[in-house]
T-cell receptor, first 113, second 111 residues
Framework: GDSVTQMEGPVTLSEEAFLTINCTYT??????LFWYVQYPGEGLQLLLK?????DKGSNKGFEATYRKETTSFHLEKGSVQVSDSAVYFC????????????FGTGTRLTIIP | DGGITQSPKYLFRKEGQNVTLSCEQN?????MYWYRQDPGQGLRLIYY???????QKGDIAEGYSVSREKKESFPLTVTSAQKNPTAFYLC??????????FGPGTRLTVL
């Protein structure tokens, strides 16, 4: 079946450091890929997405590129802030139109001043 | 403002009791979902509904039940058959695209 494997946490970085959170997937066909973020005590928010190979999703300084050859969708940010502290989830969807998401286990990120 | 509401935010249940979690959306979305979140396990799909009066089991449906009598409402009942119900429950909805919108969650604790 479909699956998503992401970098285990927790990850702790200093403010202004470079961030990479690895995500790889296993799926047949051409899934859409997502990064969601969860702040403490809240639900999930979509951070960015990519729907086909070589697409780059970006939002709030975060970026991720859909790499079909390596089945990866790594999340990056050039300079993190304390406010980026949260849990980040990589996910995939097989089809448009009300299809369920398959999530990774999440990576907890803490940024220290 | 449009969005998804879940209530209550915290819920305590005694062993052997059924309990119902509320999920309401005013986004006019057709599809709704229930996920369970446990530490270190990410989110797992319990049930989903693509249209009113229809729903499908997800990956971990045992011990749970749902109904979808109205487009805006998708309540989840955690029954006494669920062996380990303590978890954070998240409801989501989507309109036929790929993005799902999540509610703030309900934390259920079995005493």
């Amino acid at each position: 079946g479909d699956s998503v494997t992401q970098m285990e946490g927790p990850v702790t970085l200093s403010e202004e450091a470079f961030l990479t959170i690895n995500c790889t997937y296993t799926a047949t066909g051409y899934p859409s890929l997502f990064w969601y973020v969860q702040y403490p005590g809240e639900g999930l928010q979509l951070l960015l997405k990519a729907t086909k190979a070589d697409d780059k999703g970006s939002n709030k300084g975060f970026e991720a590129t859909y790499r079909k050859e390596t089945t990866s969708f790594h999340l990056e940010k050039g300079s993190v802030q304390v406010s980026d502290s949260a849990v980040y989830f990589c996910a995939l969807s097989k089809n448009f139109g009300n299809e369920k998401l398959t999530f990774g286990t999440g990576t907890r990120l803490t940024i220290i001043p | 403002d449009g969005g998804i509401t879940q209530s209550p935010k915290y819920l305590f249940r005694k062993e052997g009791q059924n309990v119902t979690l509320s999920c309401e959306q005013n986004l006019n979305h057709d599809a709704m979902y229930w996920y369970r979140q446990d530490p270190g396990q990410g989110l797992r799909l319990i049930y989903y509904s693509q249209i009113v009066n229809d729903f499908q089991k997800g990956d971990i449906a045992e011990g749970y039940s749902v109904s979808r009598e109205k487009k805006e409402s998708f309540p989840l009942t955690v029954t006494s058959a669920q062996k380990n119900p303590t978890a954070f429950y998240l409801c989501a909805s989507s309109i036929g695209g790929d993005e799902q919108f999540f509610g703030p969650g309900t934390r259920l604790t079995v005493l």
